[in-house]
């Protein structure tokens, strides 16, 4: 194996291990982002060119490494967003139902407020109420 073909390599582990040096961290891994990661311009990996074959060959593996493992993350976030959105409607409806106690309270102590001042008046005048 050639030192250029040997920088390629190295650029595509430090791109797989999102340890990049020339490119953006978690940059998608093609045949770009491996060149421009060793160093080299944009479409210098050609699929055209037989010394390139093992190299796009790995590139495109290692591609689809990372976009299952994207797919998890992004099915786990979607669970999790999901879940969140559970718990703050179950929340919204606690805080619903709370108010709606708080309410029913107020009347039924005005009630008994009511109730209690007519006991009252009527023991002043003679009168029970039954």
Known sequence: MNDTLQEYFEALERLKSNNPINV???SK???DSVALEAGRKRGSIKKSREIFAELIEAINNASQENTA???KLE???FKLKNSAENYKEMYEKAINRELMYLERINELEKLLKKKNSMSA??????????
Do not use: A, C, R, V
């Open 29 to 31: 891994i093609n045949n």
């Open 75 to 77: 099915s786990k976030i």
């Open 121 to 130: 008046n009527n023991e002043i005048y003679g009168q029970t109420i039954k």
């Open 69 to 71: 493992e994207y797919d």
């Open 24 to 26: 953006l961290k978690n």
